[in-house]
């Protein structure tokens, strides 16, 4: 079972714009990660954010997260055509991942 | 390293026969994971093992379903008496005790 919900489902816009895109889970969590997937292939993983930080970057990401809320953001800034793909968050009970149902983010160039 | 394999990428199969995947891990992870991803889902878990033994299975890991890991290193997942529900992207990954996780590139069932 998945463990929330992505929003949005989708998402298009033109290159060099910013794309969110918001997670929530439903359980207490140690860390929640970031990943993505382009189309019929394995998954890249993207940024680990723990329970006790509440921002993190890394290049053209920045990731957030209230627990309080028990939510996520994603932001990609200055998108690219190549950044194409499903993100996805993960939250990490027990070591086995549970995913959400991802946003399909679609870069026009 | 040469990450996470996985075989066959493709396999096509009519219902009611059994099938076979293969997942190379990285060879220095002791943990491997098994999931499963359906058209515009995401990732759902089915099972790991550290090393040999299998910690954990998933309620969705019905007794058709079996998974391996003999000598700690490969593992195989087999799907008996295959049904159209079970077409699916099968996913596998690895990680270092947790630390690391990588993920092969998938095999993709179609039950016909």
């Known amino acids: 079972s998945q463990q929330g919900e992505e929003d949005p489902q989708a998402l298009s816009i033109q290159e060099g714009e910013n794309a969110t895109m918001n997670c929530s889970y439903k359980?207490?969590?140690?860390?929640l990660q970031w990943y993505r997937q382009n189309s019929g292939r394995g998954l890249v993983h993207l940024i680990l954010?723990?329970?006790?930080?509440r921002e993190k970057h890394s290049g053209r990401l920045r990731v957030t997260l209230d627990t309080s809320k028990k939510s996520s953001s994603l932001l990609i800034t200055a998108s690219r055509a190549a950044d194409t793909a499903s993100y996805f968050c993960?939250?990490?009970?027990?070591?086995?991942?549970?995913f959400g149902t991802g946003t399909r983010l679609q870069v026009f160039p | 390293d040469t990450g996470v394999s996985q075989n066959p990428r493709h396999k096509i199969t009519k219902r009611g026969q059994n099938v076979t995947f293969r997942c190379d891990p990285i060879?220095?992870?002791?943990?491997l994971y098994w999931y499963r991803q359906t058209l515009g889902q995401g990732p759902e878990f089915l099972t790991y093992?550290?090393?040999?033994?299998?910690?954990?299975k998933s309620r969705l890991l019905s007794d058709r379903f079996s998974a391996e890991r003999p000598k700690g290193s490969f593992s195989t997942l087999e799907i008996q008496r295959t049904e159209q529900g079970d077409s699916a992207m099968y996913l596998c990954?690895?990680?270092?005790?947790?630390?690391?996780?990588?993920f092969g590139p998938g095999t993709r069932l179609t039950v016909t």
């Open positions: 093992f550290q090393n040999e033994a299998q910690l954990e």
């Open positions: 990954a690895s990680s270092q005790q947790g630390r690391d996780r990588k």
């Open positions: 954010i723990r329970s006790n930080e």
């Open positions: 060879s220095e992870h002791n943990r």
């Open positions: 993960a939250t990490d009970p027990t070591d086995k991942l549970i």
């Open positions: 359980t207490s969590i140690n860390n």
